[in-house]
Nanobody, 124 residues
Framework: QAQLVESGGGVGLAGGSLRLSCAAS????????MGWFRQAPGKEREFVAS????????RYKDSVKGRFTISRDNAKKTVYLQMNSLKPEDTAIYYC?????????????????WGQGTQVTVSA
């Protein structure tokens, strides 16, 4: 059964770092791009970053550029989100997601497989 499992969330200090992982069990040919999204309390889910399995092309939300880095390990079928220079406004539940779209897209509606989410809390 296809599934995504996130790990690595927790509590971080402002200015500190956390790394999230997403282990993907997906059928060959059904997943070309992986994305990270987040949802803060009382807010809508928003795009954070995405990456293609094939060539590692990436896309980022403007507010995380230069602070967050998305990467993938094809052999391990795992995607990572390295978060540096954390800010309290980065506090949210972070979800990884998979889509068959073949470029690093930000639109959540095209992602058809989602993980359960992992909480990230940044304290000032």
């Amino acid at each position: 059964q296809a599934q995504l499992v996130e790990s690595g969330g927790g509590v971080g200090l402002a200015g500190g770092s956390l790394r999230l992982s997403c282990a993907a069990s997906v059928r060959t040919g059904s997943s070309y791009t992986m994305g990270w999204f987040r949802q803060a309390p009382g807010k809508e889910r928003e795009f954070v970053a995405s990456i293609t399995w094939s060539d590692g092309a990436t896309r980022y939300k403007d507010s995380v550029k230069g602070r967050f880095t998305i990467s993938r390990d094809n052999a391990k079928k795992t995607v990572y989100l390295q978060m540096n220079s954390l800010k309290p406004e980065d506090t949210a539940i972070y979800y990884c997601a998979s889509t068959a779209v073949r470029f690093p897209i930000a639109t959540s509606s095209v992602y058809n497989l989602w993980g359960q989410g992992t909480q990230v809390t940044v304290s000032a």
